[in-house]
């Protein structure tokens, strides 16, 4: 599948038209409905739509933006349930409250078209939650999507948002990212924005992004940096040492398993 020819522009592109006039906002989110709506039929990425509460978003202001994305399902957006790719939470009650970070990511322009799955609380490198089903990759479905933002990593290879909320503890931005051929990074700890997570990881987790392209992760990035965000500090105090520092290399994967090169 030519995933990266789904769709012809990033965010700051989207943007460009919106303003030049090329485009109105509404329309440009109604296309993006439509992408949605095709490709989750293939490729299971959503969990949770918010298709006409998107529409309703729309600012009717001239040149105001509208740019299409999706929260991943471990974060709150107002109305919709926080299910966190788990059966425990498939009745969960709307959220009363977007996160932090979804807040902000609104507040610069993004218009979320609903939930992106996850695995079980986020705790898997694949996106094969119980509850709705694995998420397929847009460019071989035989492969994994990786995890845990496999979700936002299928829509954005797919073309069918810009860029997409993702999280990142241990890897779930950057393996996703790299599996599904898309943009993705973890900010330094504290860094950007958090989520309102009281589990206890929230200084393990950055917030951020998978994009189609670097310049729209950096405008991201920048329009969400708060240093000190997350409300732990950015770098470990450290103490003066007397002896020379050694580097540890892990051979071998900590759980036992053995990684194959095909998938």
């Not at 490729?43 to 509208?66: I, K």
């Not at 990759?137 to 997409?164: I, Q, R």
Request: with cysteine; net charge neutral; glycine share 12%.
């Amino acid at each position: 599948m030519a995933a990266a020819q789904a769709i012809p522009a990033d965010a700051i592109e989207m943007a460009r038209q919106i303003r030049s006039g090329e485009i109105s906002a509404r329309a440009l989110v109604e296309r993006a409905v439509g992408r949605v709506q095709a490709a989750q039929a293939r490729l299971n990425f959503l969990v949770t739509p918010d298709y006409e509460r998107a529409l309703e978003r729309v600012p009717r202001e001239e040149g105001a933006v509208s740019l299409p994305t999706l929260i991943k399902d471990l974060d709150d957006q107002a109305g919709l349930p926080t299910r966190r790719g788990s059966l425990a939470l498939a009745g969960a009650a709307p959220a009363r409250a977007s996160s932090p970070f979804a807040d902000a990511l609104f507040q610069m322009g993004a218009n979320s078209l609903g939930k992106s799955a996850t695995p079980e609380f986020g705790l898997s490198p694949v996106t094969e939650p119980l509850s709705s089903g694995p998420v397929l990759n847009p460019w071989n479905p035989t492969l994994s999507t990786g995890g845990s933002s496999g979700g936002a990593a299928a829509a954005v290879a797919a073309g069918v948002v810009p860029f997409a909320h993702a999280s990142d503890g241990g890897g779930s931005i950057r393996i996703p990212a790299s599996l599904c051929g898309v943009f993705g990074f973890k900010p330094s700890r504290g860094r950007s924005l958090g989520s309102a997570r009281e589990d206890g990881v929230t200084d393990l987790v950055s917030e951020h992004v998978i994009s189609r392209s670097v310049r729209d992760s950096a405008l991201v990035l920048a329009a969400l940096e708060r240093p000190g965000g997350s409300g732990g500090p950015s770098v470990m105090p450290m103490q003066a040492l007397d002896r020379p520092l050694r580097i540890g290399v892990i051979t071998g994967a900590l759980s036992g398993s053995q990684p194959d090169p095909e998938t």
